[in-house]
């Protein structure tokens, strides 16, 4: 459901000086409920390094993947977090709820709360986590209490 069926996408050329093959196709996402088509495209490589025969096989593997899964959900992690919040919270004890919360607008919400839930990668977590250990260096900061 991901792409339909036999759609091969599009390469082309893109740029002056330094020329790049794009591959461009549509895919099927999910938001507030209902699927929806959106163009997407990849850089596939440098035209001088790769014929556009070879970028074509480069966007076929990249389609390959894509027929693998299912439509893509398209999530904050403000919207995410706060289903979890009125979902999972409450299943806590009082007072793991009450610092989960606070570290969860604080913190959390603060941070990562208007980017894709797909986007945030382990490096802007580590790094998150970095910035509030040097910030809080010498008191104990701790994001949740099993890790």
Known sequence: MARHRYQVGHVFKRGKRRKVWVGRWREDVVENGEV?????SEVLGLASDLTKTEARTTLNKILG???QTQ????????EFALKWESTVLPNYKFSTRRSYKHYLHKHLLTRFG???LSTIQVSDVQQFITEKARTYSGKRFVICGTC
């Open 114 to 116: 208007d980017l894709q």
């Open 65 to 67: 993947e894509t027929d």
């Open 71 to 78: 439509p893509r959900q398209i999530v904050t992690f403000r």
């Open 36 to 40: 929806r088509r959106v163009h997407r």
